[in-house]
């Protein structure tokens, strides 16, 4: 075996509530701000389509666990959906929630699968968006008590918390881009949220040691890479303010309880510093974490000549339809002339999953990592009964080798997760864009191994390929 990995390490598959589970009327489930978006916004997302049913997960969650050890996983990342505990946010739990949660983990523990779980993965209960969001400290509070809830009710059988999912992404697309709610544009809102986000993990961190659970509790960040595009200095320039505005602005609260300086300056020049309380900085500073969740996808390239501020995201997988970002006067993503790319534009880079576990560690050297999503969307299609996925096998042995790599390199990355588990609601991709070890069918919602699924295994009872 060429790539043997270390005693333990964990295979896995990821998912997300809102993405799988579909029943959002359930046993008094509340309204997400994702279920009043894709219902108020049909245009917004390819085919019109809604996580209303998503892959039913709430009802075949048994089978779907059935599967995962069949396919031979070791751990599975899932979220939990808030609204489904509190319906509007805060007051009195939903016990009918709680319950589906219990049976969840009770199947998980009984299959020997290692939940790890994420408290937010972007499903914030519409009655608190309705309050001010994030921007209101009740609703800061609202998720530590939620936290505080979960962290009781399943840490019997839950070891592994993390606190959010992809901050990052979610703010930049939530309060800048204005692709995903609350759809704003208002770079001084995004670097509020940012603050009161960051603060709402470091709180349910302070209350995770504070309550004195067992168990190890961290964050999911997004980073991706950034690269200069060219050798210009000005290039470089470019790189560094996009990394540090999308990257380090998350990364290092997280690991050093600070904020990067030359950002925090940029954005006093913009008269959009966040305000601080010394409880904030002080929260931030104790909230050291157990391990580092990392989702790779894709690196950038950036170059200095941004004339104006424009996005766009590849949402149909039409291969001739760019995806772009830039941000006027400070920095604009380019094509990687010589890049291989998905349909929907997402450069196939490993080397850059690599790089990022190696800065990470020498920035933290000894702290735990897990890549906590990884993976590729295709277009899947049934063939005489069968997913041929050729081109995901690829893409996840060449990530693993760079896993493999860094291990070897000293790096301490404790687990693999694939994205994803299933074929699941994409965000604005809807259902087109599949990722899953398992074929869902639309009509039937019957699941259906991808060859992938069949490699993936021999890989998780091999320890290696
Ligand atoms: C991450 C999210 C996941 C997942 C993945 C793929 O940002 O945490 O929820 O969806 O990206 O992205 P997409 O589904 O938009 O292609």
Not at 83 to 110: K, M, Q, S
Not at 269 to 274: E, L, N, T, W, Y
Not at 421 to 428: G, I, M, V
Request: hydrophobic content about 45%; glycine content about 8%.
């Amino acid at each position: 075996m060429e790539y043997r990995f270390p005693e333990g390490f964990v295979w896995g598959a990821a998912t997300a509530a809102l993405q799988v589970e579909g029943a959002l009327d359930a046993d008094g489930r509340g309204p997400s701000v994702w279920d009043v978006f894709c219902r108020e916004h049909p245009e917004r997302i390819f085919g019109g389509v809604t996580p209303a049913v998503a892959c039913d997960h709430y009802h075949r969650f048994a089978e779907d666990v059935r599967l995962m050890k069949e396919f031979g996983l070791t751990g599975y990342r899932l979220s939990i959906a808030w609204p489904r505990l509190f319906p509007t946010g805060d007051g009195p739990l939903n016990e009918a929630g709680a319950a589906f949660y219990h049976r969840l983990f009770d199947a998980l523990t009984a299959a020997g699968i290692e939940p790890h779980v994420t408290l937010f993965h972007w499903d914030l209960p519409q009655a608190l968006a309705e309050r001010g969001g994030w921007e209101n400290p009740a609703t800061v509070a609202a998720f530590v008590a939620y936290a505080q809830t979960c962290f009781r009710l399943f840490g019997d059988r839950v070891r592994r918390w993390a606190t959010f999912n992809e901050p990052s992404w979610m703010i930049l697309n939530g309060w800048l881009t204005g692709l995903h709610p609350p759809a704003w544009r208002d770079p001084a809102a995004a670097v509020r949220v940012s603050t009161a986000v960051l603060g709402a993990h470091a709180r349910a961190v302070r209350a995770f040691r504070e309550g004195g659970h067992l168990g190890a509790i961290g964050i999911v960040l997004n980073l991706s890479p950034v690269y200069p595009a060219t050798e210009r200095p000005e290039d470089a320039t470019a790189a560094q303010r996009a990394d540090g505005i999308l990257n380090r602005w998350f990364r290092r609260p997280v690991l050093h309880g600070s904020f990067p300086e030359d950002i925090w300056a940029l954005y006093e020049d913009c008269r959009i510093a966040p305000a601080l309380t010394p409880d904030d900085r002080q929260a931030l500073a104790e909230a050291r974490p157990d391990f580092l969740g990392v989702n790779y996808y894709y690196p950038h390239h950036a170059v200095a000549d941004a004339a104006e501020t424009s996005f766009h995201l590849n949402i149909t997988g039409d291969r001739r339809e760019d995806c772009v970002f830039a941000l006027a006067g400070l920095f604009r993503f380019v094509k990687n002339p010589t890049g291989r790319y998905t349909d929907w534009g997402w450069e196939i880079y490993p080397e850059g999953l690599y790089d990022l576990l190696k800065n990470i560690n020498e920035e933290r050297p000894d702290l735990p990592l897990f890549v906590t999503e990884n993976g590729i969307g295709l277009a899947d299609r049934v063939v005489d009964g069968r997913v041929d996925d050729q081109a995901r096998i690829a893409f996840v042995r060449e990530h693993l080798q760079a896993v493999h790599r860094a291990i070897a390199a000293g790096v301490p990355v404790r687990g693999y997760f694939l994205w994803s588990l299933l074929d699941n609601f994409s965000w604005l991709n809807g259902y087109r864009k599949r990722y899953g070890l398992f074929f869902v069918d639309r009509l039937t919602l019957r699941r259906i191994p991808k060859a992938s699924a069949f490699w993936y295994r021999e890989v998780a009872r091999a320890n290696g390929f």
